[in-house]
């Protein structure tokens, strides 16, 4: 079983909001990763977590902050998100020694 | 130069023709390759993992040219199912950090 589960599918959100964007799987995977994509763009990742530690964070602004509560869990949680940042984020994880991602299928934003 | 680089496309071909598409990388160092399939507005899926001896899984055959830096993915028999964007990807950088090539789209004809 390769699926990794994303909620919600889609989420319009005004500039003043807070949301949060949520990822589990139950593969057993220790990584999991946080992506932007833009249309007719590839994947643009934005933070690493390796056995629940942030790991990696690709410069990204503050108003994108994750979080992992367990091994299973991923969370994005947006605060005064620009309209900007209207895009699919996508989730994914990785078993440990391994380099293929599974990913999630994806949250669609629309900052408004 | 960009980290991987592929030919955005898009490739128009009839049903059962055999497409082939190329990706290139400039890390040297890499480990490890994929190929990638996304449909339109769907999560990209992996489609195989390319070794150094090559590899078949069914119509789909990909290799790898360390020598000269370079991925290939071959499609046989294409099928209409087979339209999408093809992703190359790349581990080009350190950890679990994969590079993704900007994508060929495919678009099978009747």
């Known amino acids: 079983d390769t699926e990794v589960t994303q909620t919600p599918k889609h989420l319009v959100m005004g500039m003043t909001n807070k949301k949060s964007l949520k990822c589990e799987q139950h593969?057993?995977?220790?990584?999991m990763y946080w992506y932007k994509q833009k249309a007719k763009k590839p994947p643009e990742l934005m933070f690493v977590?390796?056995?629940?530690?942030?790991?990696i964070n690709e410069s990204v602004p503050s108003r994108f902050s994750p979080e992992c509560p367990n091994s299973s869990l991923l969370n994005l949680h947006l605060h005064a998100l620009q309209p900007e940042d209207s895009a699919l984020y996508l989730c994914?994880?990785?078993?440990?020694?391994?380099?293929?991602?599974?990913f999630g299928p994806g949250t669609r934003l629309t900052v408004t | 130069r960009k980290e991987v680089e592929q030919d955005p496309g898009p490739f128009n071909v009839p049903e059962g023709a055999t497409v082939a598409f190329n990706c290139t990388y400039s890390?040297?160092?890499?480990?490890?390759f994929f190929w990638y399939r996304q449909d339109c507005r769907k999560e990209p899926k992996l489609l195989m993992s390319?070794?150094?001896s090559g590899n078949e899984d069914g119509r789909f055959t990909a290799q790898l040219n360390r020598a000269s830096q370079y991925i290939s993915l071959l499609i046989r028999d294409s099928k209409l199912s087979d339209s999408a964007t093809y992703l190359c990807?790349?581990?080009?950088?350190?950890?679990?950090?994969?590079?993704f090539g900007g994508g060929t789209r495919l678009m099978v004809k009747p």
């Open positions: 990807v790349v581990n080009s950088r350190a950890g679990n950090m994969l590079t």
């Open positions: 890390n040297s160092a890499s480990q490890s």
């Open positions: 593969m057993g995977h220790r990584a």
């Open positions: 390319v070794y150094s």
């Open positions: 977590y390796s056995y629940e530690k942030l790991s």
């Open positions: 994914a994880s990785s078993q440990e020694g391994s380099y293929e991602q599974y």
